[in-house]
C-alpha cells in the first residue's frame, strides 16, 4: 500500500492550494478508509487538520474551519485538501494518513509555504 500525497508549494497570503493523496495496491480498498490530513510546522508536533470518513463525515481543526475542505473521490482511490484563505500559519508539510480500526498507512509529506 503506498499513499502519494502532492500538490504543496508555495503561495502569497491569501492564495489556494489543493492537495491530493492518492492510493495504491492491489488490495487496498481505499473505498472503507477514513482518511486524515495533518500537518507539521517546523518545532511542532503533528496536528490534524481534516478528516473524511469512508461515509463521507467531514471533521475540521477550528483553525482551518471555513477555509480548508477535504473530499474524496473513491473512484480515483484519491482524497483531496482544498485549501483557500491560506495564511503564513498554516505553512507546514503535509501528510496524508488512511486509517480504519487497527490499520494506518501514512504517506510522505507535501511542503506547503505561504509567504506574507
Known amino acids: 500500500v503506498q499513499l502519494q500525497a502532492s500538490g504543496g508549494g508555495l503561495v502569497q497570503a491569501g492564495g489556494s492550494l489543493k492537495l491530493s493523496c492518492t492510493a495504491s495496491?492491489?488490495?487496498?480498498?481505499?473505498?472503507?478508509?477514513?482518511i486524515g490530513w495533518y500537518r507539521q510546522a517546523p518545532g511542532k508536533q503533528r496536528e490534524l487538520v481534516a478528516s473524511i470518513s469512508a461515509g463521507g463525515r467531514t471533521n475540521y481543526a477550528d483553525s482551518v474551519k471555513g477555509r480548508l475542505t477535504i473530499s474524496r473521490d473513491n473512484a480515483k482511490k484519491t482524497a483531496y485538501l482544498q485549501m483557500n484563505s491560506l495564511r503564513a500559519e498554516d505553512t507546514a508539510v503535509y501528510y496524508c494518513?488512511?486509517?480504519?480500526?487497527?490499520?494506518?498507512?501514512w504517506g510522505q509529506g507535501t511542503l506547503v509555504t505561504v509567504s506574507s
Open positions: 495496491g492491489r488490495f487496498f480498498s481505499f473505498v472503507i478508509m477514513a
Open positions: 494518513k488512511a486509517f480504519q480500526p487497527g490499520r494506518e498507512y
